[in-house]
């Protein structure tokens, strides 16, 4: 996740955060859907709009570690974890795993 630059398209603003916070360089597909959220601790709050697409990373390419990204891994849809970096992203899993693009 990350804020798009200024003109920057959503499609290319996931592609270079996806880069930036796991060295992964991926192809961005479909959209998958929009959730609103909450960002930070400010009063009040913050709204965000968040938007999350299919992407596909080249099956040599490993994730590596930044100061974005803790934890990482690769995961069968069966065995997704139930904690994830923000509400609104077991959201997004959750219509993915209902949704055509995951079988």
């Known amino acids: ?3 798009c630059e200024v003109d920057e398209h959503p499609r290319h603003t996931a592609r270079r ?3 930036e ?3 992964l360089d991926v192809k961005i597909g479909e959209c998958l859907g929009m959730w609103g959220d909450t960002y930070g601790d400010a009063q009040p709050a913050e709204y965000t709009l968040n938007i999350y697409f ?5 099956y040599t390419q ?3 570690r930044t100061d ?6 690769w995961f069968a849809r069966e065995a997704i974890p139930e904690e994830l970096a923000f ?6 899993v959750a219509a993915w795993v209902d949704s055509a693009w995951a079988s």
């Open 87 to 92: 509400p609104h992203v077991r959201q997004a």
């Open 68 to 73: 974005e990204a803790v934890e990482f891994g």
């Open 62 to 64: 490993q994730p590596r």
């Open 1 to 3: 996740g990350g804020f």
């Open 21 to 23: 916070e796991t060295g």
């Open 54 to 58: 299919l992407a596909e990373a080249g």
């Open 17 to 19: 955060e996806t880069w």
